[in-house]
Nanobody, 124 residues
Framework: QVPLVESGGGLVQAGNSLRLSCAAS????????MGWFRQAPGKEREFVAA?????????YYADSVKGRFTISKDNDKNTVYLQMNSLKPEDTAVYSC????????????????WGQGTQVTVSS
């Protein structure tokens, strides 16, 4: 099991920013790509962003968040971040951290481990 602990969710007005954090073990950071998925009420869970293990050079984003969201990681802190700017009401969802074999596979739903999720609510 690879524990993934999210934080940083909350209520924010449209147009504002929020940063999510996902703390993981050293083993997770070394061996897995990390990413974020989200699930809005009544909708299926969807991919948001992914970053490969260690170097973090390969990143992938869903078309709906490109140019607004940025995924990054701090290897010293074993933490991956999702910086969300220009938030829209349609970004409202439970955001879950995920670990997978590589960022390309993670972007296509190949998830090995899930975090518990954190709620993000964007008001209009």
């Amino acid at each position: 099991q690879v524990p993934l602990v999210e934080s940083g969710g909350g209520l924010v007005q449209a147009g504002n920013s929020l940063r999510l954090s996902c703390a993981a073990s050293r083993r997770a950071f070394t061996n897995y790509a990390m990413g974020w998925f989200r699930q809005a009420p009544g909708k299926e869970r969807e991919f948001v962003a992914a970053i490969n293990s260690w170097s973090g050079h390969n990143t992938y984003y869903a078309d709906s968040v490109k140019g607004r969201f940025t995924i990054s990681k701090d290897n010293d802190k074993n933490t991956v971040y999702l910086q969300m700017n220009s938030l829209k009401p349609e970004d409202t969802a439970v955001y879950s951290c995920a670990a997978g074999p590589d960022s390309y596979a993670l972007a296509r739903g190949a998830v090995d481990y899930w975090g518990q999720g954190t709620q993000v609510t964007v008001s209009s």
